[in-house]
T-cell receptor, first 120, second 112 residues
Framework: GAGVSQSPRYKVAKRGQDVALRCDPI?????LFWYQQALGQGPEFLTY????????KSGLPSDRFFAERPEGSVSTLKIQRTQQEDSAVYLC??????????????????FGPGTRLTVL | KQEVTQIPAALSVPEGENLVLNCSFT??????LQWFRQDPGKGLTSLLL?????REQTSGRLNASLDKSSGRSTLYIAASQPGDSATYLC???????????FGQGTELSVKP
């Protein structure tokens, strides 16, 4: 079946431009996560949605970062006035988990291929 | 602060060797721990998930152990193959369905 897809796969932006990154989660997955991965580092949490509700945005590095999931499916991560330090791979993940989950249901997160953002 | 550390940062071994990757976490009150594999330019693939009540999980040539009280996990890879070359990431979650906190990864190279 189809996995998590992200678009574009690569994005080059000039400093100061706005960008929008899209994530299509696995159909039926309730939870959606965004992570930022700098070169040579592990991913770092940005924000989390349960259906259309953004329940945790504590990892967003500044108010230039904004995420939405208006219909509880596709999500968009928007970065305004991009800076060079925003250059990273942005990963989206989805999971089926919908508390309270039945016993034995795992909440494995399934990751997309990521969008590599380069800000010049 | 909840942190995850992986040692070593990079590892190169000849084909056929057994190897161990290490992961430690500062806050032992985890809900679960996962090991992921990441190939260059690709997303993350989940290898093994260990719930906090479990001691180990096995999948094929992979075995992951968890010592929650000491804040440690190991990933054991038996009879390594060149196709195992990738970055291996350890991540913990502190609640059901919660965000993952990742280590910085171990870059593994298996030489033919």
């Amino acid at each position: 079946g189809a996995g998590v897809s992200q678009s574009p796969r690569y994005k080059v932006a000039k400093r100061g431009q706005d960008v929008a990154l899209r994530c299509d989660p696995i159909s039926g997955h309730v939870s959606l996560f965004w992570y930022q991965q700098a070169l040579g580092q592990g991913p770092e949490f940005l924000t989390y949605f349960q259906n259309e509700a953004q329940l945790d945005k504590s990892g967003l590095p500044s108010d230039r970062f904004f995420a939405e999931r208006p219909e509880g499916s596709v999500s968009t991560l928007k970065i305004q006035r991009t800076q060079q330090e925003d250059s990273a791979v942005y990963l989206c993940a989805s999971s089926l988990e919908d508390p309270p989950a039945p016993a034995g249901v795992t909440d494995t997160q399934y990751f997309g291929p990521g969008t590599r953002l380069t800000v010049l | 602060k909840q942190e995850v550390t992986q040692i070593p940062a990079a590892l190169s071994v000849p084909e056929g060797e057994n190897l161990v990757l290490n992961c430690s976490f500062t806050d032992s009150a985890i809900y679960n721990l996962q090991w992921f594999r990441q190939d260059p330019g690709k997303g993350l693939t989940s290898l093994l998930l260990i719930q906090s009540s479990q001691r180990e999980q096995t999948s094929g040539r992979l075995n992951a152990s968890l010592d929650k009280s000491s804040g440690r996990s190991t990933l054991y890879i038996a009879a390594s193959q060149p196709g195992d070359s990738a970055t291996y990431l350890c991540a913990v979650s502190y609640n059901q369905g919660g965000k993952l906190i990742f280590g910085q990864g171990t870059e593994l190279s298996v030489k033919p």
